[in-house]
């Protein structure tokens, strides 16, 4: 039994891949773990189809949530086509679904070799864009992306582009060996993309 969705805090979060092209310090995959504080199992048997997914949704009463969040164990924006989908379905389904929210490193247009911040317009109230730091020297430390300083500049991208199309655009770090200086460089940072600074705690194993 994969877990497809699962509540936390009061919000609906959605797992549809494990694939990401970052490893992240501060990952919880990281020591063979296969849940988080979320969930005890994240890692899925297979990708779950865009009807799977609908199925497991619909097993839930929707209007109970404060916000639906795309996230889990990977990063969700390699399923953009299908999280679209999801979302047409779900707002077809239920006029009074709750804001719908992404957790993304930022990096869809390079993982797809085009602009997807149009196909976000209209069906996405809030994305959150991993920041983890205010130079690419040390987002690379932190994040260690795929490809380097192109992701970060790519991820930048993505974040100003949202930035005109989205209600709300996020930013966020965690808090972990960050000074204040730090932290105040990334909130100019994010500030100067158009989008506001979330500081995260920092979860140990």
Same mark, same amino acid.
């Given at each position: 039994?994969?877990?497809?969705?699962?509540?936390?805090?009061?919000?609906?979060?959605?797992?549809?891949?494990?694939?990401?092209?970052?490893?992240?310090?501060?990952?919880?995959?990281?020591?063979?773990?296969?849940?988080?504080?979320?969930?005890?199992?994240?890692?899925?048997?297979?990708?779950?189809?865009?009807?799977?997914?609908?199925?497991?949704?619909?097993?839930?009463?929707?209007?109970?949530?404060?916000?639906?969040?795309?996230?889990?164990?990977?990063?969700?924006?390699?399923?953009?086509?299908?999280?679209?989908?999801?979302?047409?379905?779900?707002?077809?389904?239920?006029? &009074?679904?709750?804001?719908?929210?992404?957790? #993304?490193?930022?990096? %869809?247009? !390079? =993982?797809? $070799?085009?602009?997807? @911040?149009?196909?976000?317009?209209?069906?996405?109230?809030?994305?959150?864009?991993?920041?983890?730091?205010?130079?690419?020297?040390?987002?690379?430390?932190?994040?260690?992306?795929?490809?380097?300083?192109? &992701?970060?500049?790519?991820?930048?991208?993505? #974040?100003?582009?949202? %930035?005109? !199309? =989205?209600? $709300?655009?996020?930013? @966020?770090?965690?808090?972990?060996?960050?000074?204040?200086?730090?932290?105040?460089?990334?909130?100019?940072?994010?500030?100067?993309?158009?989008?506001?600074?979330?500081?995260?705690?920092?979860?140990?194993?």
């Amino acid at each position: 039994m994969m877990t497809i969705t699962y509540e936390y805090e009061g919000a609906l979060y959605v797992n549809l891949t494990n694939r990401c092209d970052c490893n992240c310090v501060f990952c919880l995959r990281h020591n063979g773990h296969k849940g988080s504080i979320y969930a005890d199992d994240l890692w899925l048997e297979h990708e779950p189809t865009v009807d799977e997914a609908l199925a497991d949704f619909r097993k839930r009463d929707l209007t109970a949530y404060r916000e639906i969040v795309f996230c889990g164990f990977g990063e969700p924006m390699y399923r953009v086509d299908d999280l679209c989908a999801i979302v047409d379905a779900l707002k077809a389904e239920c006029p &009074a679904l709750p804001p719908v929210r992404i957790n #993304t490193n930022g990096h %869809a247009n !390079l =993982i797809h $070799s085009r602009d997807v @911040t149009p196909q976000l317009k209209g069906r996405i109230d809030v994305i959150s864009v991993s920041l983890n730091g205010s130079t690419a020297e040390e987002y690379c430390a932190v994040t260690k992306p795929r490809d380097g300083e192109t &992701a970060w500049e790519a991820m930048l991208d993505f #974040t100003k582009k949202c %930035a005109k !199309l =989205i209600p $709300s655009v996020m930013m @966020t770090i965690v808090d972990k060996d960050k000074t204040p200086e730090e932290i105040q460089a990334c909130r100019a940072l994010a500030e100067s993309l158009g989008a506001r600074l979330r500081v995260r705690a920092y979860i140990p194993d």
